[in-house]
């Protein structure tokens, strides 16, 4: 395997580190290669995780990779004690998230406040006009010209863009 493939298939090399630095005493050092060899490792045992939660999935007719397949993969491989741990941290990352959510919301809620439906319309506009410009890539169109309708708008590449059937 080429180094580049290596790096594309691993751990950033500081998390290693600091890994193995906090399960270290402090006048204990790992060498580069050691580090090395717990990255390829840690790549490794995501990969037969990954591997065998598929196939528990597949077993089950379904589609997406869930908590609780990554722990059934857990026991199914050997690694039962890490269930619990496995299942911990997955309630913990769940009320991290839904607590972002709530924050997000109550941010919004917070700064839409009596804003009355046409400023509220407004913003809403200008945030759409916003998301087309990043995902088209484009300059804004300025409002005052109207396009032509006959004819079609040009892409980036300066060709005719297809017609989309209507969302």
Same mark, same amino acid.
């Given at each position: ?99 972002? %959510?709530? =924050?997000?919301? *109550?941010? !919004?809620? @917070? ?5 009355? $439906?046409?400023?509220?319309?407004? &913003? ?9 410009? %990043?995902? =088209?890539?484009? *300059?804004? !169109?300025? @409002? ?5 309708? $006959?004819?079609?708008?040009?892409? &980036? ?11």
């Amino acid at each position: 395997m080429a180094d580049t493939d290596k790096e594309a298939n691993s751990f950033p090399k500081a998390t290693i580190q600091n890994l193995i630095k906090a399960c270290l005493p402090s006048d204990c050092r790992a060498s580069p290669e050691f580090r090395d060899l717990v990255n390829e490792c840690c790549v490794e045992f995501v990969k037969m995780l990954t591997t065998e939660a598929n196939e528990i999935v597949d077993q089950e007719g379904k589609k997406i990779i869930a908590p609780q397949h990554l722990v059934k993969a857990l026991k199914e491989l050997g690694f039962g004690e890490y269930a619990a741990a496995a299942q911990k941290a997955g309630a913990e990352a769940n009320r991290d998230i839904l607590q972002k %959510r709530r =924050e997000r919301r *109550q941010s !919004m809620l @917070e700064r839409t406040e009596g804003l009355d $439906d046409q400023q509220l319309l407004k &913003e809403q506009a200008e945030l759409f006009n916003a998301a087309r410009e %990043r995902l =088209e890539g484009h *300059q804004p !169109m300025d @409002e005052d010209e109207p396009m032509d309708e $006959d004819e079609p708008p040009k892409t &980036e590449t300066g060709g005719e863009e297809e017609d989309l059937p209507e969302a």
